[in-house]
């Protein structure tokens, strides 16, 4: 239920995840008008939810033209996947190190499974990156709540990416990696997990490049 949630934030919500998901795909324009009448509300919280979307990057606003989806260059992709690279290792190394590791392990433990369920069923795809608790658990488990905010627009758009390229081919790869991190974590080696991280990016950006490209 979304009782206790604004209207804007209702709307800010459902519009980032429409996004994410490509449901409202890149290079769509969104006016102000369509959305009172979809949401049927009146404009201030339709402005106040596309300057959310605007400020985590995912539409961006163009004089007399209103808004619309953020199409993303190859530049774009590897620009993002350096700084959720950078990001993601330095908050996994702090909640590997933080007072909460066993919930840190139950957590990601959880998300290979459900990750290995999604492997019979590559049409929930979108909604396993949209909602993909492995990378986020790293920023849920950690101290640091200026890094945890600041990460947010980043793995938002990384994960838009994701989801547009449609690589459902490279999910079990995915998963495999995602596995040999898990095992360093529960280690409790700090240097090998984050390691194995680092190389995970740089595949993932290599497949992406790859649907890029093609």
Known sequence: ?????????????????????????????????????????????????LTRLAQEGLIEFTTNLGARVCEFTLDDLREITEICELFDCYALEKAMSGDK?????????KSLEEHKEIL?????????????????????????????????????????????SNYNESLEDSYNEHKMIFEAVKERNVEKATSLLKAHFKKGQARLEKVYEG
């Open 101 to 109: 590791f066993d919930e840190l392990v139950k957590t990601l433990e």
């Open 120 to 164: 019979k069923d590559t049409q929930e795809m979108g909604e396993w990156y949209y909602n993909n608790e492995f990378h986020r658990a790293f920023y849920n488990f950690m101290s640091n709540e200026r890094i945890r905010e600041n990460s947010v627009s980043y793995r938002a758009q990384f994960s838009m990416v994701v989801v547009k």
């Open 1 to 49: 239920m979304l009782l206790k949630q604004s209207l804007s934030e209702q709307i800010y919500l459902f519009l980032k995840k429409d996004i994410i998901m490509q449901k409202i795909e890149c290079g769509t324009k969104l006016t102000i008008k369509e959305l009172e009448k979809q949401f049927n509300v009146s404009s201030t919280p339709v402005r106040e939810a």
